[in-house]
């Protein structure tokens, strides 16, 4: 297989390495399974262009993106588009994605895992017209997000310090919104301050991911309005994750769900897969089966078809 991978010289942890050496390091470890690579260094206001146009050349049989999460939820939405299979480089701040693929989170792990890996196919999922690898969410981890983008950092660890200032921002006065939720069970009303909808459901005792990406249904997980104790707990919940035994979080498994916010904010925000966009007042989200071609490491591979 001819692979070609595109580095985000400005994303994650590659923007402090020597990815020219990086690169040559690829090329040997693929040449040495026996498949053909090269690399391209791109900055970030350069990378949907480099994806897009690797996605769609007859030369290429797979695609690596390499950069933070972004630029990782981006190179899946192209190769959704393009039919073309994706791997993934672990280089962001927390790699969900990755994690929920059973990729190495070491870099020079994952390219060996890469290369003796095989083709599968993975859910992925649309809010509207947005593809998503990991979740949509509304309300606090928004404000999260959006306070966080506040603050400088230049690096993975500055980025986890910027999180966590912003966590003790966004908790002093918890967001509180309604939202009208329409599945194929029905239609129901919450108050909520917080809203996800996952890529299949998330597995428990560690931070939210999903464990494996082929259940073919959504989870859709809303935290009860709450003070700011209350807050901090499913905080420190999450982090140490046990969150799934708050009683403040409901969870739901669904195909698709249609998410209506009545007295939507002109500047309200959501987060998909880590990055902020507009909130629409009306949200169509659905799970589209094994949608996605990904590499897998081949352990991972013999493990889900058993």
Known sequence: MHYLAILNRDGGTLRTMDLEEFCQDSRRIFEDNGHEF?????PGKEIVEALEEAASSSEVDALIAGGGDGTVSTAAAIAFKNQMPLAVLPAGTMNLFARSLKLPLDLYEALEAIAEGDVDAVDIATANDRTFVHQFSVGIHARLVRVRET????????????????ISSAVIEPPEFEVELKTPEGTQSRRTVGLSVSNNPFGTGHIPHADELHAGVLGVYIASTMNTRELIRLGVDVMRGTWNGNPMVSEARVS??????????????????GELVTLEREVEVQLHARALKVIVPRVAQRVETA
């Not at 090269?38 to 791109?42: A, G, L, T």
């Not at 400088?152 to 910027?162: C, D, E, L, T, V």
């Open 38 to 42: 090269s690399c391209r260094i791109v």
């Open 151 to 166: 603050f400088p950092y230049r690096s993975r660890i500055g980025k986890i310090m910027a999180s966590f200032r912003a």
């Open 256 to 273: 698709q769900v249609v998410l209506r916010f009545p007295k939507r904010k002109k500047n309200a925000y959501a987060v998909i897969d």
